[in-house]
């Protein structure tokens, strides 16, 4: 019985029709597009590989001696917030998980801002260090939890069958374009305004959550079908 229902199965996905990259622009999956590259531009533009990567630059810049006392405890605690954000993908669903760890993205983008802001006017110079510190490990607290690695899961389960291939591909290629933007600006942007780069990340984290709130759909425990009626609905 098996067996016949997975031959059924390859037969209906071999009789679908297939798509070409101009597909995926027209009525039927223009929501998904939305849903998966809005995610992934959401989560490149809220900062990360700018904050990664010139990690120990920031923090010297806000007044630490060197860099690697942040470094090494940012490293400590992306690999247990990431179990924890999988283990509780399941339970909590994706989207109240987003939403909490955006909401974390946008203290920590706010808290980095406010104290680039105090170093830059003399205000508080002794506590910019710890300020900026703290800001920084919750936001990769945060980003661990939830944003880096729930758009992936729900852009695997939001395209129809005959679209996820084509439609992946689209989503992930968004994502490296946004990636390489971030990584290239960066050092720019902090050159320029060090509290104005953190407060349009702070900008981008409250869009995200806006977006998240009003587009993104729960696709926890849902069949593809169900999944693809609630993103035609818009719910």
């Known amino acids: 019985m098996e067996l016949l229902y997975m031959q059924d199965f390859v037969e209906t ?5 297939k798509p070409g990259i101009q597909d995926l622009f027209s009525r039927p999956y223009i929501r998904p597009v939305v849903i ?31 860099g690697n006392l942040g470094t090494i405890l940012m490293a400590c605690i992306q690999l247990p917030l990431t179990t924890l954000g999988a283990l509780l993908m399941d339970r909590s669903g994706r ?27 003399g205000i508080f110079p002794e506590q910019v260090p710890v300020i900026t510190l703290t800001s920084i490990l919750v936001y990769i607290a945060s980003y661990s939890l939830g944003m880096g690695s729930v758009p992936w899961v729900i852009m695997s389960e939001i395209f129809p069958i005959n679209m996820k291939g084509i439609g992946g591909s689209f989503v992930t290629l968004v994502n490296w374009l946004a990636s390489l933007a971030v990584s290239f600006a960066f050092n720019f942007l902090m050159s320029w305004s060090a509290s ?12 995200a959550i806006l977006f998240i709130v009003k587009i993104v759909p729960e696709t926890k425990g849902k069949t593809l079908e169900e999944i693809q009626a609630s993103i035609n609905c818009g719910t």
């Open 13 to 17: 996905i071999d009789n679908l029709p």
């Open 36 to 66: 998966g590259a809005g995610l992934m531009v959401f989560q490149q533009f809220a900062g990360i590989n700018g904050i990664l990567f010139y990690a120990s630059e920031t923090f010297v810049s806000a007044g630490f001696d060197s």
């Open 95 to 121: 989207k109240p998980l987003l939403l909490i760890s955006t909401s974390g993205l946008l203290v920590g983008t706010l808290m980095s801002a406010v104290s680039f802001y105090l170093k830059i006017h």
């Open 196 to 207: 104005g780069t953190f407060f349009f990340f702070a900008f981008v984290c409250a869009v």
